[in-house]
């Protein structure tokens, strides 16, 4: 179901006819499949806003017809509540007077999704100046805003710890985009010279749109494990779609990524849009990124192959696939010394056995 959930993806976003659209119906075997691999890839609401504004609900059984409304309905009211603990948190730094850049899921669903129940959010995330870190958390801290549970591994970070309301919701506040080892070179200055007024938030800004498309290449490739990440992916179409719509649009990217060395992140993700979800995306663009870009044959085999779960190749290939994605990153992030060396050392034998686990009880089932 990961393959049709891709093409119902990308047909949304080309505007396909409903006659295109019906056809990739026709192909859905087993809907009950297609609700649980869309949920885990976050698309479920735009399956069903895809469907809805293509008068195509009533070509599917009531029973997961109802489900994909209140999946939606779910959805938009978690939004609702992440919209109003941000305006919460922006007013409490508003009173220091700290200014705030909107961030990845709360900054796309204004910028350039159609409706506000369309993209999933998970928590909240806001960016202040680097000199205003520490005035922002002791506000914060004052307002009864206390760490939240999840512990984050040990070094240096781009971002306080999450913070939470005591009701669920987290959120986070960064200093940078990316890690401080991450392998790019975010000059976080020259990110708040192009700053725009956000529209939802009179408190708060929004990216150029050129350095969102970088955070979100920068997440994917650096800060996620890519396996399972077609949202993220969803959201470069969406930025693409609204703010790039000419190809002279792409120039000052170019210069941009080369500025923040970012080439390589920006690149796969534009190239991995164009495509599974045909981003329009000028051939030059690639060729200049590729050009400025570090190789990735193999990986691209590995994130194609697992961006949209695991229903298109075997259990174990994907839990191996995914294993190396992840051990990759971590790779990239984990500080020097000798819990990295262990890790280097130890982790490859046990994502061997973690296949092999998985492998050999089917197997025994032939």
Same mark, same amino acid.
């Given at each position: 179901?990961?393959?049709?959930?891709?093409?119902?993806?990308? %047909? $949304?976003?080309?505007?396909?006819?409903?006659q295109?659209?019906?056809?990739?119906?026709? #192909?859905? &075997?087993?809907?009950?499949?297609?609700?649980?691999?869309?949920a885990?890839?976050?698309?479920?609401?735009?399956?069903?806003?895809?469907?809805?504004?293509?008068?195509?609900?009533?070509?599917?059984? &009531?029973?997961?017809?109802e489900?994909?409304?209140?999946?939606?309905?779910?959805?938009?009211?978690?939004?609702?509540?992440?919209?109003?603990? /941000? /305006?919460?948190?922006?007013?409490?730094l508003?009173?220091?007077?700290?200014?705030? =850049?909107?961030?990845?899921?709360?900054?796309?669903?204004?910028?350039?999704?159609?409706?506000f129940?369309? !993209?999933?959010?998970?928590?909240?995330?806001?960016?202040?100046?680097?000199e205003?870190?520490?005035?922002?958390?002791?506000?914060?801290?004052?307002a009864?805003?206390?760490?939240?549970?999840?512990?984050?591994?040990?070094?240096?970070?781009?971002?306080l710890?999450?913070?939470?309301?005591?009701?669920?919701l987290?959120?986070e506040?960064?200093?940078?985009?990316?890690?401080? !080892?991450?392998?790019?070179?975010?000059?976080?200055?020259?990110?708040?010279?192009?700053?725009?007024?956000?529209r939802?938030?009179?408190?708060? $800004?929004?990216?150029?749109?050129?350095?969102?498309?970088?955070?979100?290449?920068?997440?994917?490739?650096?800060?996620?494990? =890519?396996?399972? #990440?077609? +949202?993220?992916?969803?959201?470069?179409?969406?930025?693409?779609?609204?703010?790039?719509?000419?190809?002279?649009?792409?120039?000052?990217?170019?210069? !941009?990524?080369?500025?923040?060395?970012?080439?390589?992140?920006?690149?796969r993700?534009?190239?991995?849009?164009?495509?599974?979800?045909? /981003?329009?995306?000028?051939?030059? /663009?690639?060729e200049?990124?590729?050009?400025?870009?570090?190789?990735?044959?193999?990986l691209?085999?590995? %994130?194609?192959?697992?961006?949209?779960?695991?229903?298109?190749?075997?259990?174990?290939?994907? %839990?191996? +696939?995914?294993d190396?994605?992840? +051990?990759?990153?971590?790779?990239?992030?984990?500080?020097?010394? $000798?819990e990295?060396?262990?890790y280097?050392?130890?982790?490859? %034998?046990?994502?061997?056995?973690d296949g092999?686990?998985?492998?050999?009880?089917?197997?025994?089932?032939?």
């Amino acid at each position: 179901m990961a393959a049709i959930s891709v093409q119902l993806m990308r %047909a $949304f976003s080309c505007d396909a006819t409903q006659q295109e659209v019906l056809g990739l119906l026709g #192909q859905i &075997s087993n809907w009950r499949s297609l609700i649980t691999s869309a949920a885990s890839l976050r698309v479920l609401p735009l399956l069903y806003r895809g469907l809805l504004t293509r008068d195509l609900l009533a070509r599917i059984d &009531s029973s997961y017809r109802e489900r994909l409304k209140a999946e939606y309905y779910r959805n938009l009211g978690n939004n609702i509540a992440c919209a109003s603990l /941000t /305006t919460r948190i922006l007013e409490v730094l508003e009173s220091g007077k700290v200014g705030a =850049v909107l961030l990845k899921g709360m900054a796309h669903v204004y910028d350039c999704y159609q409706d506000f129940g369309e !993209r999933v959010i998970g928590d909240i995330d806001l960016l202040v100046k680097t000199e205003e870190l520490e005035q922002a958390s002791s506000l914060l801290s004052q307002a009864g805003f206390a760490e939240a549970d999840a512990a984050e591994p040990p070094g240096p970070h781009h971002h306080l710890p999450p913070l939470t309301d005591g009701a669920g919701l987290n959120f986070e506040i960064h200093h940078n985009l990316a890690p401080a !080892r991450a392998p790019v070179q975010i000059d976080p200055r020259k990110l708040w010279d192009r700053v725009c007024p956000s529209r939802a938030f009179k408190q708060a $800004f929004l990216l150029d749109p050129l350095d969102s498309l970088i955070h979100t290449s920068i997440h994917l490739w650096i800060s996620s494990d =890519v396996a399972g #990440q077609l +949202y993220q992916l969803i959201d470069i179409d969406r930025l693409v779609r609204t703010h790039f719509s000419e190809e002279r649009n792409f120039e000052p990217l170019l210069d !941009r990524a080369a500025q923040f060395a970012a080439a390589t992140p920006v690149y796969r993700t534009l190239s991995l849009a164009a495509e599974l979800l045909k /981003t329009p995306v000028p051939r030059q /663009t690639l060729e200049t990124l590729r050009q400025n870009s570090a190789g990735w044959k193999g990986l691209r085999h590995l %994130a194609r192959a697992t961006m949209a779960g695991r229903d298109e190749i075997s259990a174990w290939r994907y %839990a191996m +696939y995914r294993d190396i994605l992840s +051990y990759r990153k971590i790779v990239l992030l984990k500080p020097r010394g $000798f819990e990295r060396g262990w890790y280097l050392s130890t982790r490859p %034998a046990a994502m061997i056995l973690d296949g092999l686990r998985i492998l050999l009880p089917l197997r025994l089932r032939r």
